[in-house]
């Protein structure tokens, strides 16, 4: 079943196994950006009414506050400012998912590099060119939680 759970961990050894064995940070990140555009028949793109949005701040507030829960259930996302041009995403750890792991913090800097492209691909869902995305802070370098910023500016028509 392509929409079943995958386990944090194996998503982090394989993340982290693919950097050790010499493959950079940035083709984790376009791994990222094409595990969400392929999907072209993703419950996503039923729900998100493809034909009624038609910017990628539409696409972003869509995906982030109504749908995204239901395809990661390790972090909440949090849209922390939103404009026509970029907007910055919030990833904060699920407690209960700490606890379980007998773990302070999860995942590695290999797998927020592959978020961010998933990240990245969202306006894919929209027939739109993939954002340009980045990570900008990181639990695994210190920050409280891990944020990517967002920009679509030059994909914008």
């Given amino acids: ?90 990833a904060i750890e699920k407690e209960e998912v700490n606890e379980a792991l007998k773990q302070p913090h999860f995942g590695s800097t290999n797998v927020c590099s592959s978020r961010a492209g998933v990240l990245a691909s969202f306006p894919g869902f929209g027939d739109l060119p993939v954002a340009s995305g980045a990570e900008i802070t990181c639990v695994h370098r210190g920050d409280d939680r891990c944020r990517y910023r967002m920009s679509f500016a030059e994909v914008l028509s």
């Fill in 1 to 90: 079943d392509p929409d079943e759970k995958i386990s944090i961990r194996f998503l982090t050894d394989i993340c982290d196994d693919l950097y050790q064995q010499g493959y950079p940070r940035a083709l984790l990140y376009t791994a990222g950006e094409f595990s969400t555009c392929l999907k072209t028949n993703s419950p996503i793109r039923e729900r998100l009414e493809i034909e009624k949005k038609k910017s990628n701040r539409e696409i972003y507030e869509c995906i982030v506050t109504e749908l995204f829960w239901m395809f990661d259930h390790n972090f909440s996302y949090r849209l922390e400012s939103l404009t026509d041009s970029d907007c910055v995403i919030a």
